[in-house]
């Protein structure tokens, strides 16, 4: 399969909770990417790991990846409504992004 | 960031209609584009990757003959969909690299929805 996969599919939480998404990809990797996506909208790059990193951190958000399992997990913190989206990773493996299933995430006001 | 433009943004056609859709790297040159379909509540999945000026390379499964990719310029890259049936209804994503960069990033078009009744 193209897709890597992605747990949960879908994912719904209340205001100021976190939400922890997680990856599994295939092939060894130059980095790896999350993304958001809004309901029929394009995507908004959101983080990028490159594989020698471990975590990362932005914002609200924290990446780890863990290249030996071949996984990675995005964990948004202090969730608010407006991050109700899909959220999709994205492996690189040289020019080509290949990307999980996605997770949709509702966050309730 | 780059900016990546597509057009048009919906599109809604009758079945046997060939429909074309314009991918274009507004402010750099785009080596490779990368044309995605998505269905609904599914994720991305690549169709085919083009380099400028040589022929597309076709992920399996889809058909080349059915999805017309040209990559003429730097800068623009269409899709066309030819004889589109209600099946081919989805949405259509492109992304584009430059040269330069470590890792060749992909900045990604806002998308195409493709309707065909």
């Known amino acids: 399969s193209q897709q890597g996969e992605e747990d949960p599919q879908a994912l719904s939480i209340q205001e100021g909770e976190n939400a922890t998404m997680n990856c599994s990809y295939k092939?060894?990797?130059?980095?790896l990417q999350w993304y958001r996506q809004n309901s029929g909208r394009g995507l908004v790059h959101l983080i990028l790991?490159?594989?020698?990193?471990r975590e990362k951190h932005s914002g609200r958000l924290r990446v780890t990846l863990d290249t030996s399992k071949k996984s990675s997990s995005l964990l948004i913190t202090a969730s608010r409504a407006a991050d109700t989206a899909s959220y999709f990773c994205?492996?690189?493996?040289?020019?080509?992004?290949?990307f999980g299933g996605g997770t949709r995430l509702m966050v309730k006001p | 960031g780059a900016v990546v433009s597509q057009h048009p943004s919906w599109v809604i056609c009758k079945s046997g209609t060939s429909v074309k859709i314009e991918c274009r790297s507004l402010?750099?040159?785009?080596?490779?584009m990368f044309w995605y379909r998505q269905f609904p509540k599914q994720s991305l999945m690549l169709m085919a990757t083009?380099?400028?000026?040589?022929?597309?390379?076709?992920e399996q499964g889809v058909e080349k003959d059915k999805f017309l990719i040209n990559h003429a310029s730097l800068t623009l890259s269409t899709l066309t969909v030819t004889s589109a049936h209600p099946e081919d209804s989805s949405f259509y994503i492109c992304?584009?690299?430059?040269?330069?960069?470590?890792?060749?990033?992909?900045?990604f078009g806002p998308g195409t929805r493709l309707t065909v009744l």
């Open positions: 992304s584009a690299s430059g040269s330069g960069g470590g890792w060749n990033e992909q900045f």
């Open positions: 092939t060894s990797i130059n980095n």
């Open positions: 790991i490159r594989s020698n990193e």
């Open positions: 994205a492996s690189n493996a040289g020019n080509m992004l290949t």
């Open positions: 402010d750099f040159q785009a080596t490779t």
């Open positions: 083009s380099n400028e000026g040589s022929k597309a390379t076709y």
